[in-house]
């Protein structure tokens, strides 16, 4: 059984910087497409970024494009969010996925396993 365990939310001004982590236990990381999702509140949970299993492809939705970057660590198996030049509109809860497919995905149906989350705020 795959488990993920997100880290690294918290509270910071607009502007500022934030690292989400992602730790996965319990299965082949290495061969797994993993994402990030987030859901604010009163909304549905929005597609973020996503990542091949060799971590040489990557796509970010266009609201964080030029201002987050994903990367993943095979050896520790883990990926990582750094979230830059945050906005309020960031605000939300970060969910990790991860998908027995090594492929990217973009649909929270394309993943098979999730993390818990973990809350971003932004104050303005």
Same mark, same amino acid.
């Given at each position: 059984?795959?488990?993920?365990?997100? %880290?690294?939310?918290?509270?910071?001004?607009?502007? /500022?910087?934030?690292? @989400? &982590?992602?730790?996965?236990?319990?299965? =082949?990381?290495?061969?797994?497409?993993?994402?990030?999702?987030?859901?604010?509140?009163?909304?549905?949970?929005?597609?973020?970024?996503?990542?091949?299993?060799?971590?040489? %492809?990557?796509?970010?939705?266009?609201?964080?494009? /030029?201002?987050?970057? @994903? &990367?993943?660590?095979?050896?520790?198996? =883990?990926?990582?969010?750094?979230?830059?030049?945050?906005?309020?509109?960031?605000?939300?809860?970060?969910?990790?996925?991860?998908?027995?497919?090594?492929?990217?995905?973009? %649909?929270?149906?394309?993943?098979?396993?999730?993390?818990?989350?973990?809350?971003?705020?932004?104050?303005?």
């Amino acid at each position: 059984q795959v488990q993920l365990v997100e %880290s690294g939310g918290g509270l910071v001004q607009a502007g /500022g910087s934030l690292r @989400l &982590s992602c730790a996965a236990s319990g299965g =082949t990381f290495s061969t797994y497409g993993m994402g990030w999702f987030r859901q604010a509140p009163g909304k549905e949970r929005e597609f973020v970024v996503t990542i091949n299993w060799s971590g040489r %492809s990557t796509v970010y939705a266009d609201s964080v494009k /030029g201002r987050f970057t @994903l &990367s993943r660590d095979i050896a520790k198996n =883990t990926v990582y969010l750094q979230m830059n030049s945050l906005k309020p509109e960031d605000t939300a809860v970060y969910y990790c996925a991860a998908r027995s497919v090594g492929a990217l995905g973009f %649909s929270r149906n394309d993943y098979d396993y999730w993390g818990q989350g973990t809350q971003v705020t932004v104050s303005s």
